[in-house]
C-alpha cells in the first residue's frame, strides 16, 4: 500500500494522508460523489473532478505496480535477475519504459534472430560486437560456424548480424531515446490512396505533412478515419542520419577493424527493420491515445453543459418536431410533464397550410395555456421558427419559443424507455414529447438517452468506446448527485445514476413506489428490496423529498448528520463561528458549513444559479443589426473552423475560430458547446446580400 500511495503521490498534487483515506473509502466501496460530498474533511475536500482523476492515477498505478511484480517474476524464471535490473524495474515510472526493460526477456516467436541462435550462431554475433577483427579474419571465423542448417559463410554472418539487429531493437535506452525523437521531431507524412475521393472529405489532407509534436487531436482523429476509410495513408518519418550518426559514434566499439561495417549494417537492419516500425505503432498509439483522451474530454465537458441547462418549470410546454413532409409533430406537456395532447400541422412546404396550422395551435393554446414552446433544431426548424413568429405577429399569439437540440429524440422515441413510458403513443409523438420535456428539465430527459446519440460530440465513434463510455456515465453520475434528485417523481433511469443506486435498485425504487405511494421519508429506502445499507449511505444525501415528514429530507444534509443540524434550529446562521460550532457538535468545519448552506436554502438547485433559457416571439431582421453592436444567441453547431449560433434572423452568425479567445485554442470545442447561451457577442461584420453576419466573443 506504500508503494501504491507513493507512486500515486508522485503524480497528484494531494497529500499523502488524504491519498491514503481516499483508497480506504473507495475499498469500503464509497462512490466518487458520496466521497467527494460527504468526506470532505478525510480529503482536504477534494472536488469529484479531482477524485476522477485519483481515480484514474490509482488505477494506472496500480496496474503498473501488479505488472511490475509480474515483469520481475517472468524475468527470474527465464533469466538472471540482477539488482541492475531490479533496480531498473522499480524506478520505471510508465508501463512504456517498464516494457522495453521486459522486452528481451519475452518467450519469442520464430524470427531471424531466434533462428539464427537455434544453429548455433550466438558466439559469432558476439565476436561481430566486439568488432576486433578485420572483414577478412571474421569471414575465416565465420567459415567454422558452417554446418546444419548454415550453408555457407555468408548465412553465418547474416544470422549473426540478424542476432545482434533484434538485441539493438530491444535496448530500452536506445527505444526510449528514438521514441522521444519520433514524438519531438517526427513528421507525419500524408498521402492520398489508389481509393482516394478527389472531392471527399479528406481532399485537404492528401499530400500535407503534420509535425507529430504539434498535431492537434481532433486533425489526428480525422486522418485516421481517413486510413480507415482507406482513402489515406499516413507514414512517421524522421532524421534518419541523425540516428545513424549516433549509432557509429556510440554503439561501435572506438578501436574497432574493419568488421565494424558488418556491425553497423546489423544495427541499421535493426533501426529500420525492427525498431523504427515498432516505435512507430507505438507513437500511432501514443497520439490515438492523446486524442482520444481530450476528443474525450471536450464530450464531457459537452455532455455537462447541456445536463446542467437550467430547468423551464412552472410552464405548459409545446413540443415541436418539424418536418416538411410529413407535417410538424406537437406534443404539450404540463407544469409537471404529464403529457397532455398531440396533433400535427403543416405550415412549411409542400403544404404549406398556415391557416390550418395556425387554427390548431391557437385552439391548443386557449385549451392549455401554453406559455413556452421547444421547436426542434432539425430539418424545418427554421421554417417553423418562422411560422410561430408569424403567428405572433399577425395573431398577437404571445407563444414564447426557443430552439433546443433534438439530438437523440428519435433514439429515445423508439427505445424500450420510451415504449414503456408512452405504450399507445406513435413513435413521432414521443420525439415532440421529448423535446418539450428536455426544456423542461434536461437532465431528467436526457439521461434516458445514449450520450452518444446527443450530437456534442465529434469523432464519438473514433474514440475508445470503453473510455468514452466511462467519462460520459462519470460525468453524468457526478451532475445528477450534485443536483439531487426528487424519488417520487424521477424516471428509473435518472434514479440509476444516483450514488449506490445502479439500474437494479433504481427499477426497484419504482416497484416500490408503485405498491407503496410516495417516499415521506428517506429512511423508506431501506425497505426497497436490494438496497442495504451501504447503498443508503451512498444514496441518501442525494436523494430529495418535496412533501417529506422531516424537513431535512429535502436537502443535501445526510442523515447521519441531522442530529447536528437539529441542534442548529433558531439559531442565526448567518453568525455563527463556524469553527467553534463544528468542535461542539464533534462533526468537520467544511460539513457544518455544508449544513448551513442546505439549510438556508433548502431544496435547493443549482442549476438555478446558471443563466436562463432565452425565449423570442419573433425573427430578427438582418437590417436591424449594426457592426460593433451586441447581440446575444445559442450555439448550434461547431466545426473545426468555427461556431454557428442563432442570434435571431434566418441565417446563424459565424464565429471564427481566431475570434473565440484571448487564448490560443485548437479547436472550437475547446472553447464553446452545442447550445451554449451566449449573452453578449459583438457583430464583425454584415453581408446583407449572402445574409451572413460574422461574429466575435473577444
Known amino acids: 500500500m506504500n508503494k501504491l500511495i507513493q507512486q500515486i503521490a508522485s503524480k497528484t498534487k494531494l497529500k499523502k494522508e488524504h491519498i491514503a483515506n481516499i483508497l480506504k473509502l473507495l475499498n469500503e466501496g464509497s462512490t466518487i460523489p458520496f466521497i467527494a460530498r460527504y468526506r470532505k474533511e478525510m480529503t482536504g475536500e477534494a472536488s469529484d473532478e479531482t477524485l476522477r482523476d485519483f481515480e484514474g492515477i490509482y488505477m494506472s498505478a496500480k496496474k503498473l505496480l501488479e505488472r511490475k511484480e509480474e515483469v520481475l517474476r517472468l524475468i527470474a524464471e527465464r533469466a538472471t535477475l ?112 489508389k481509393t482516394f475521393d478527389t472531392n471527399g472529405i479528406f481532399k485537404n489532407y492528401a499530400g500535407k505533412s503534420e509535425k507529430v509534436a504539434f498535431i492537434p487531436s481532433h486533425r489526428y482523429l480525422a486522418l485516421m478515419r481517413g486510413v480507415n476509410e482507406k482513402e489515406l495513408s499516413v507514414k512517421i518519418t524522421t532524421d534518419l542520419e541523425r540516428i545513424e550518426n549516433n549509432i557509429k559514434e556510440y554503439k561501435i566499439p572506438r578501436h574497432a577493424s574493419s568488421s565494424k561495417e558488418l556491425l553497423f549494417e546489423a544495427y541499421k537492419d535493426g533501426l529500420k527493420r525492427l525498431l523504427l516500425p515498432s516505435l512507430e505503432r507505438e507513437v500511432h498509439a501514443i ?18 453543459q447541456l445536463l446542467m441547462t437550467p430547468p423551464v418549470t412552472k410552464r405548459v410546454i409545446l413540443g415541436v418536431d418539424p418536418a416538411f413532409m410529413s407535417g410538424c409533430k406537437l406534443a404539450l406537456i404540463d407544469e409537471n410533464a404529464n403529457y397532455l395532447e398531440s396533433c400535427v400541422i403543416y405550415p412549411t412546404e409542400p403544404k404549406k397550410d398556415y391557416n390550418g396550422a395556425k387554427t390548431k395551435v391557437l385552439a391548443l393554446a386557449k385549451k392549455y395555456n401554453i406559455t413556452a414552446v421547444a421547436i426542434g433544431n432539425g430539418t424545418a426548424s427554421r421554417e417553423t421558427q418562422e411560422f410561430f413568429a408569424r403567428l405572433n405577429s399577425d395573431e398577437k399569439a404571445g407563444l414564447s ?72 456515465g462519470d460525468v453524468t453520475t457526478d451532475l445528477v448527485n450534485r443536483v439531487g434528485v426528487d424519488i417520487n417523481s424521477a424516471s428509473a433511469s435518472l434514479l440509476s445514476y444516483v450514488a449506490g443506486v445502479g439500474a437494479k435498485i433504481a427499477q426497484n425504487i419504482i416497484a416500490f413506489r408503485e405498491e407503496e405511494g410516495n417516499f415521506t421519508a428517506k429512511n423508506q429506502l431501506l425497505k426497497v428490496k436490494g438496497l442495504g445499507k451501504k447503498a443508503y449511505e451512498q444514496a441518501a444525501g442525494f436523494i430529495r423529498i418535496k412533501d417529506a415528514k422531516n424537513k431535512l429530507d429535502n436537502t443535501g444534509v445526510h442523515p447521519e448528520s441531522y442530529e447536528a443540524a437539529k441542534k442548529l434550529e433558531g439559531l442565526e ?126
Open 287 to 304: 497520439l490515438k491515445e492523446k486524442a482520444d483522451i481530450a476528443a474525450i474530454d471536450v464530450f464531457g465537458k459537452n455532455l455537462s
Open 401 to 472: 419559443y426557443t430552439v433546443v437540440s433534438e439530438a437523440g429524440a428519435s433514439v429515445y422515441s423508439a427505445s424500450k424507455v420510451a415504449q414503456d413510458e408512452y405504450p399507445n403513443l406513435d413513435v413521432t409523438i414521443r420525439g415532440a414529447i421529448s423535446i418539450a420535456a428536455r426544456l423542461r428539465d434536461p437532465m431528467a430527459t436526457l439521461v434516458k438517452i445514449d450520450p452518444k446519440s446527443l450530437g456534442i460530440g465529434q469523432y464519438q465513434h473514433d474514440v475508445d468506446q470503453k473510455l468514452l463510455e466511462k467519462k460520459l
Open 573 to 698: 446562521l448567518e453568525k455563527l463561528d463556524v469553527s467553534e460550532k463544528a468542535k461542539e457538535l464533534n462533526i468537520g468545519v467544511q460539513t457544518l458549513r455544508d449544513i448551513i448552506k442546505e439549510l438556508q436554502k433548502p431544496g435547493f438547485d443549482p442549476r438555478e444559479e446558471l443563466p436562463s433559457i432565452p425565449f423570442k416571439e419573433g425573427l430578427t431582421d438582418i437590417k436591424m443589426l449594426k457592426e460593433g453592436s451586441f447581440v446575444s444567441g445559442v450555439v448550434r453547431n461547431i466545426t473545426d473552423f468555427g461556431a454557428f449560433v442563432d442570434i435571431g434572423f434566418k441565417n446563424d452568425g459565424m464565429i471564427h475560430i481566431s475570434k473565440m479567445s484571448t487564448k490560443r485554442i485548437n479547436h472550437p470545442l475547446e472553447a464553446l458547446a452545442l447550445n451554449q447561451y451566449l449573452p453578449q457577442i459583438e457583430v464583425v461584420s454584415i453581408d446583407e446580400e449572402k445574409g451572413k453576419v460574422s461574429l466575435s466573443l473577444l
Open 82 to 193: 540482477t539488482d541492475a535490473i531490479r533496480q531498473n524495474i522499480e524506478e520505471a515510472d510508465s508501463l512504456r519504459i517498464l516494457e522495453d526493460i521486459y522486452r528481451p526477456y519475452k518467450e519469442k516467436k520464430n524470427t531471424r534472430a531466434t533462428t539464427a541462435i537455434t544453429n548455433g550462431l550466438t558466439p559469432l554475433a558476439e565476436t561481430l560486437e566486439r568488432a576486433k577483427l578485420s572483414i577478412s579474419e571474421f569471414e575465416t571465423e565465420a567459415k567454422k560456424f558452417v554446418k546444419g542448417e548454415v550453408k555457407s559463410a555468408h548465412e553465418a554472418i547474416k544470422g549473426a548480424q540478424d542476432i545482434l539487429a533484434e538485441r539493438y531493437a530491444e535496448l530500452p535506452r536506445e527505444r526510449e531515446a528514438i521514441r522521444n525523437t519520433l514524438l519531438h521531431h517526427g513528421i507525419l507524412e500524408i498521402k492520398s490512396t
